[in-house]
Every structure is written in C-alpha cells, then in structure tokens.
Nanobody, 126 residues
Framework: VQLQASGGGLVQAGGSLGLSCTASVRTFGQYVMGWFRQAPGKEREFVATISWGGRNTEYADSVKGRFTISRDNAKNTVYLQMNRLKPEDTAVYYC????????????????????WGQGTQVTVSS
C-alpha cells in the first residue's frame, strides 16, 4: 500500500487549507484512514480518523470543530479540510491506513496504522 499526501503549504492564522491522501490499493474502502501530525521536537499525534464508509469519524480535541475528515472511496482518497488554522497547527501532516479493522470502526492509536504517507508540511503564520 502506498499513500501519497498533498495539499500542504503556508497560510496565515485564521485561514484554511485542504489536504488529500490517495492510496494505491484495490480495497481502499476496507481501510480505516487517519491523519496525524508531527511538530518539530514532538511526537506524532492523532488528528482525525474515519471509518470504512465514512459514517464514523473522530477528532482530537484540539481540532474539533475546525477540521473535517472525509473520504471518497471511488477515488481512493481521504481528505482533511482545515479551517480557522492556528500557529499551533504547524506540523508535518501524515495520512495513515489501518487494514486490521472492521466496518464502523475508527482508529485513534498511532500503532494501529500499518501504512503511512510521506507527509506534507503545513505552516501557519501568526
């Protein structure tokens, strides 16, 4: 499984960015997908996750109400729409895929994800 993330960039505080992550896999619809981020000097932390069909989602408290995760299984792609960005959102954002899950489940633990994209930098200036 290969994951290709894109969409990062530089934005002012209060602005918006959208990230995409496309997977090269036939059964994308049977993977729980997630977004994590890692700031300099910090560990990779959970941001958002979405179940197979997209019905269930979970967010970190720090992004709840500002970020939205979604997926299009026909395009093998998961998205992260980030609104009202803050300087503390600055990090490298990674998408991950969990293939050891069941329908309706979501995954917030980093160790559940077997596959990772290369990361995309998001920088929010104050």
């Amino acid at each position: 499984v290969q994951l290709q993330a894109s969409g990062g960039g530089l934005v002012q505080a209060g602005g918006s960015l959208g990230l995409s992550c496309t997977a090269s896999v036939r059964t994308f619809g049977q993977y729980v997908m997630g977004w994590f981020r890692q700031a300099p000097g910090k560990e990779r932390e959970f941001v958002a996750t979405i179940s197979w069909g997209g019905r269930n989602t979970e967010y970190a408290d720090s992004v709840k109400g500002r970020f939205t995760i979604s997926r299009d299984n026909a395009k093998n792609t998961v998205y992260l729409q980030m609104n009202r960005l803050k300087p503390e959102d600055t990090a490298v954002y990674y998408c991950g895929a969990d293939d050891n899950s069941v329908s309706g489940a979501v995954s917030i633990e980093r160790q559940r994800y077997e596959y990772w994209g290369q990361g995309t930098q998001v920088t929010v200036s104050s």
